[in-house]
């Protein structure tokens, strides 16, 4: 039995969440700028933010694969989140405002992979499609780039603050939403301590460090795309309708590819990721006209999407559901921190130096990731692999 209102909680949820995030990732950097800040400080506060994640995450997953109070713990993350945006509002020293922001949005960031793993979980048990409701987040962000964006055109980097701070409070309200305080695990109790050797099997240490290079491949995307584009020309409107039209292929792959790509392998879902990474990633670095953009734009369902998919198919298969949270906390802490982190400092260098130029360096670690996927793909054909957790059916997660 299904659950009444399930899927529409944990969508709604996820809607909220993504109308912050959707602000945070394009436009701090702009804040930042209009707050004097150089183009290396710019990095090192975005990375900052990445770096804590990527600690914050596995913290708090620990604590979430052994609690059965989740949705505490992501009110206690999403609570803390606002009161740090909310610290930005005076004019600090240039140290201060770096600390803070890295503060603020690490926090934020480290609500992603909790938030996955407990919806994730709650898809498989209750038989909601997990795609679905990721795509109203995915929506949510269109609509935090468009509108985000028409304000900061009109008054300015503090208007993006503003949205994020009015946005975290209605996160708070929506986690009072989320179905029960407690949420059963699937499958075996939780072990009575936790042992990071028992995922780090060679799937999985190939999947996250293909997944890894491959996200993390978009660190001068999402840390200077939006003031490259605005140094080419183009008005900050458009650059927020660029943001949007790539969340709208990434929310067409989420509702198709469970019945386009459902015979598609984790590895070869991954791989598709680095393939169009390389080509996208070459081809933004020649600052190329707006139409090229929009439809370069499009690319990201696979870049982002594609590889995120891949990723959540190979611990729905063979990842314990004990240790669902930590597998995507790990994935999160390198895609998303770790190896993001480094891209973005790099990428601040990159953009000082060369502008959008800075986009080349990225095919680098976007073609290190589909190598990565390429022996995922052998790892797992292998009748010696003995990985496999649980058979899922593929419409429980997607």
Not at 71 to 76: S, V
Not at 328 to 351: D, E, F
Not at 362 to 383: D, K, N, Y
């Amino acid at each position: 039995m299904r659950p009444p209102g399930n899927f529409a909680r944990y969508a709604a949820h996820y809607g909220v969440f993504y109308l912050v995030f959707g602000a945070i990732l394009p436009y701090i950097p702009v804040w930042l700028e209009e707050r004097s800040l150089s183009p290396e400080a710019i990095g090192i506060a975005v990375a900052g933010g990445m770096i804590g994640r990527s600690i914050l995450s596995p913290l708090g997953a620990s604590v979430l694969d052994r609690s059965s109070r989740r949705k505490r713990l992501l009110t206690i993350f999403a609570f803390a989140s606002l009161g740090v945006f909310a610290l930005l509002f005076p004019g600090w020293p240039a140290v201060i405002t770096i600390a803070l922001t890295a503060l603020a949005t690490a926090l934020n960031g480290a609500q992603i992979p909790l938030l996955d793993a407990v919806a994730i979980r709650a898809a498989m048990r209750t038989g909601f499609g997990f795609g679905p409701v990721r795509a109203f987040g995915s929506a949510a962000f269109v609509i935090a780039n468009v509108g985000a964006g028409a304000l900061v055109a009109q008054f300015g980097g503090e208007a993006a603050l503003v949205w994020i701070v009015a946005g975290s409070m209605l996160v708070l309200v929506s986690l009072q939403g989320l179905p029960g305080a407690t949420m059963e695990n699937r499958g075996a109790s939780p072990p009575a301590r936790w042992r990071i050797r028992e995922l780090m099997t060679p799937g999985f240490i190939l999947a996250v460090l293909s997944v890894a290079l491959i996200q993390g491949a978009h660190g001068f995307q999402y840390s200077f795309s939006t003031l490259a584009w605005r140094a080419q020309g183009i008005p900050t409107g458009t650059v927020g309708l660029l943001w949007g039209w790539a969340v709208v292929a990434e929310i067409v792959f989420l509702f198709v590819n469970a019945r386009l790509l459902v015979r598609w392998s984790p590895a070869a879902l991954i791989a598709s990721g680095a393939a169009f990474s390389v080509v996208r990633w070459a081809i933004f670095a020649t600052a190329p006209p707006v139409w090229v953009l929009f439809a370069l734009q499009t690319t990201h369902a696979f870049t982002f999407t594609a590889t995120y998919i891949g990723f959540i198919r190979y611990c729905a298969d063979r990842v314990p559901d004990h240790y669902a949270a930590s597998a995507q906390a790990i994935n999160s802490a390198l895609s998303g921190g770790v190896v993001l982190a480094g891209a973005t400092v790099v990428s601040g260098l990159l953009y000082e130096r060369y502008g959008a130029g800075g986009y080349a360096a990225m095919i680098v670690p976007a073609a290190l990731g589909g190598l990565l996927a390429a022996f995922l793909w052998r790892t797992l054909r292998s009748p010696n692999a003995g990985e496999s957790h649980r058979t899922v059916r593929q419409g429980d997660v997607e």
